[in-house]
């Protein structure tokens, strides 16, 4: 099942910040994965759900966590 976020979602990802502008669920047994436009460079990306978060956002109490663990590996290609 493929999801258009309306509106899309800013994102964090392994390349930096990012869009989230699809997201694709596989089934039970797969992760989601996000389709994010990268701010930087405008490149197109498909990132499973553990490589991303959330961007901070003081309205809802989502405070900045400097270089989370799983964002800092390099993505699997």
């Not at 389709?35 to 109490?61: A, L, M, Y």
Request: glycine fraction near 6%; charge should be negative.
């Amino acid at each position: 099942m493929i999801i258009q976020l309306n509106p899309t979602m800013p994102v964090l990802t392994p390349k930096g910040s990012a869009l989230a502008l699809f997201m694709i669920d596989y089934g039970e047994e797969h992760h989601l994965m996000w389709v994010c436009t990268q701010d930087e460079t405008g490149e197109i990306w498909t990132w499973p759900n553990p490589k991303i978060r959330s961007q901070s956002n003081p309205t809802f109490g989502r405070v900045k966590i400097p270089n989370p663990p799983l964002l800092t590996e390099p993505p699997n290609e």
